[in-house]
């Protein structure tokens, strides 16, 4: 069975970084590119960012361009958004996707993990 599996969310203040990952199981993420999404309570799913099966085509929202990073491990199987300069408006839960391109587009992306709750609060 494919599946995604998300970590490293939790709770930060303000100003803080967290570095969340994406790991697949039953299928290599060599061929897949893959894009994280959040969803804050009452809010629709936004695109954060995404990154080529490649990872040479990376995409960021303008609310996270200069703050989070995307990065890919093939090797292990495993995305990374490193997310910097955090501030209480990201605060949602994160969804990691695997899909054909590098899209913000949560309907082009049918393979989804379960999320992890990211806080930003003092």
């Known amino acids: 069975q494919a599946l995604l599996v998300e970590s490293g969310g939790g709770l930060v203040q303000p100003g803080g970084s967290l570095r969340l990952s994406c790991a697949a199981s039953?299928?290599?993420?060599?061929?897949?590119?893959i894009g994280w999404f959040r969803q804050a309570p009452g809010k629709e799913r936004e695109g954060v960012s995404c990154i080529s099966s490649s990872g040479t085509t990376t995409f960021y929202a303008n609310s996270v361009k200069g703050r989070f990073t995307i990065s890919r491990d093939n090797a292990k199987n495993t995305v990374y958004l490193q997310m910097n300069s955090l501030k209480p408006e990201d605060t949602a839960v994160y969804y990691c996707a695997a899909g054909q391109f590098c899209l913000l587009l949560h309907s082009h992306y049918p393979t989804w993990g379960q999320g992890t709750q990211v806080t930003v609060s003092s």
């Open positions: 039953g299928f290599s993420l060599d061929n897949f590119a």
